[in-house]
């Protein structure tokens, strides 16, 4: 008897290619067949669980007085050149070429210095030793998928000469039919056709409802725009990251965008001189502002991520590495209500979750 045919995908689903051992660089198998590629930031990489899936699409909301989405823009960026990763980008200034001199470059891991311990000086503080180098090499692990920027230092130019990088300008372009055909011939190369992911694409379109583009004023143009760059992200080895200001959309096309993100973040800047919240945020000097996270991507599965916060402060360690820290859902005085202290990274779960 013949066997019965087993259906590999449904109408719930996306055709993701299973990856149970990725063999290119900046590549991590997830659950249900999901690959992620890292988002530049270990935090958020952590946050969301793992990254930012393949086929998906990221809709970044800017704040018009926190240029904090550029940092999101640049540590995904460079985290795709250091992987040699093809990159697109686009953005609304005449020269777009010149942004990729203001990426960061990862920081150079510090060299082991450390030595095997004297025999003599027992065996507890060899235990010690070997498990610090146990540390040292599941570091070394995740270095291989993301990395850490130091953002005041440029991107070497090794990085960037030789490598597949598109740029282009939205500037004087009165429709969207440029960027449409930049967008799908760099996706024609990373289409899905086998379980084998040869190489992976990412795009990153900056402020892209900028009133400084001709097509500004044509919201329904933009969302046919979104909507097919998603279609094409559907089935394609590649990630798009969008920023654009939803204060200069009307409300209703601003949703519309927001609902056809498959991850939506945004960015909020935090006042200056705020006396009451520098009362209640811990370390409020060394804060930049703050990054919400609306939306999780759903690739494969209905079951949502839960998130234990849903609001980060963005600050720079060591003036140099950004990172994101989760505000405290607990009062420290012991009233009711909640706490604006920083405490340390939240990670993500999954559950039933309405966003």
Same mark, same amino acid.
């Given at each position: 008897?013949?066997?019965?045919?087993? +259906?590999?995908?449904?109408?719930?689903?996306?055709?993701?290619?299973?990856?149970?051992?990725?063999?290119?660089?900046?590549?991590?198998?997830?659950?249900?067949?999901?690959?992620?590629?890292?988002?530049?930031?270990?935090?958020?990489?952590?946050?969301?669980?793992?990254?930012?899936?393949?086929?998906?699409?990221?809709?970044?909301?800017?704040?018009?007085?926190?240029?904090?989405?550029?940092?999101?823009?640049?540590?995904?960026?460079?985290?795709?050149?250091?992987?040699?990763?093809?990159?697109?980008?686009?953005?609304?200034?005449?020269?777009?070429?010149?942004?990729?001199?203001?990426?960061?470059?990862?920081?150079?891991?510090?060299?082991? /210095?450390?030595?095997?311990?004297?025999?003599?000086?027992?065996?507890?503080?060899?235990?010690?030793?070997?498990?610090?180098?146990?540390?040292?090499?599941?570091?070394?692990?995740?270095?291989?998928?993301?990395?850490?920027?130091?953002?005041?230092?440029?991107?070497? #130019?090794?990085?960037?000469?030789?490598?597949?990088?598109?740029?282009?300008?939205?500037?004087?372009?009165?429709?969207?039919?440029?960027?449409?055909?930049?967008?799908?011939?760099?996706?024609?190369?990373?289409?899905?056709?086998?379980?084998?992911?040869?190489?992976?694409?990412?795009?990153?379109?900056?402020?892209?409802?900028?009133?400084?583009?001709?097509?500004?004023?044509?919201?329904?143009?933009?969302?046919?725009?979104?909507?097919?760059?998603?279609?094409?992200?559907?089935?394609?080895?590649?990630?798009?990251?969008?920023?654009?200001?939803?204060?200069?959309?009307?409300?209703?096309?601003?949703? +519309?965008?927001?609902?056809?993100?498959?991850?939506?973040?945004?960015?909020?800047?935090?006042?200056?001189?705020?006396?009451?919240?520098?009362?209640?945020?811990?370390?409020?000097?060394?804060?930049?502002?703050?990054?919400?996270?609306?939306?999780?991507? +759903?690739?494969?599965?209905?079951?949502?991520?839960?998130?234990?916060?849903?609001?980060?402060?963005?600050?720079?360690? /060591? #003036?140099?590495?950004?990172?994101?820290?989760?505000?405290?859902?607990?009062?420290?005085?012991?009233?009711?209500?909640?706490?604006?202290?920083?405490?340390?990274?939240?990670?993500?779960?999954?559950?039933?979750?309405?966003?």
């Amino acid at each position: 008897m013949a066997a019965p045919n087993v +259906r590999s995908s449904s109408s719930f689903s996306r055709n993701i290619s299973v990856v149970s051992s990725p063999q290119i660089p900046g590549l991590k198998s997830g659950p249900n067949g999901t690959a992620f590629i890292s988002t530049g930031i270990r935090d958020l990489d952590r946050i969301l669980g793992g990254g930012y899936p393949l086929g998906s699409l990221v809709m970044v909301m800017e704040d018009p007085e926190a240029p904090h989405h550029m940092d999101l823009l640049r540590t995904f960026m460079s985290q795709g050149l250091v992987n040699n990763q093809p990159l697109l980008y686009a953005s609304p200034s005449k020269d777009p070429k010149g942004f990729l001199g203001t990426l960061p470059h990862p920081a150079s891991s510090k060299e082991d /210095k450390s030595t095997a311990p004297d025999p003599d000086q027992g065996e507890s503080l060899r235990i010690a030793w070997q498990y610090r180098k146990y540390l040292e090499s599941q570091k070394n692990s995740i270095d291989d998928y993301s990395n850490d920027f130091d953002m005041r230092k440029p991107l070497e #130019r090794q990085f960037l000469s030789g490598r597949p990088i598109d740029c282009v300008s939205l500037l004087d372009t009165s429709d969207l039919s440029v960027a449409q055909d930049h967008c799908s011939t760099f996706l024609s190369k990373f289409s899905r056709s086998s379980s084998n992911i040869a190489s992976i694409g990412r795009i990153a379109i900056q402020s892209f409802s900028s009133p400084l583009c001709e097509y500004s004023d044509k919201e329904s143009d933009m969302l046919s725009f979104i909507r097919l760059l998603k279609s094409m992200l559907m089935v394609s080895n590649a990630v798009a990251i969008v920023t654009f200001p939803p204060s200069l959309l009307s409300p209703s096309s601003s949703k +519309r965008l927001q609902h056809m993100a498959d991850t939506l973040l945004s960015i909020k800047a935090i006042p200056d001189g705020d006396k009451e919240l520098e009362k209640l945020l811990t370390g409020y000097k060394d804060i930049n502002g703050f990054l919400n996270i609306h939306k999780v991507a +759903r690739i494969n599965t209905q079951v949502p991520v839960i998130l234990e916060a849903k609001t980060f402060s963005m600050s720079l360690k /060591k #003036r140099r590495f950004l990172a994101l820290e989760c505000l405290n859902q607990a009062p420290v005085d012991g009233s009711s209500g909640t706490s604006y202290g920083t405490s340390g990274s939240c990670s993500s779960k999954s559950g039933a979750l309405d966003f």
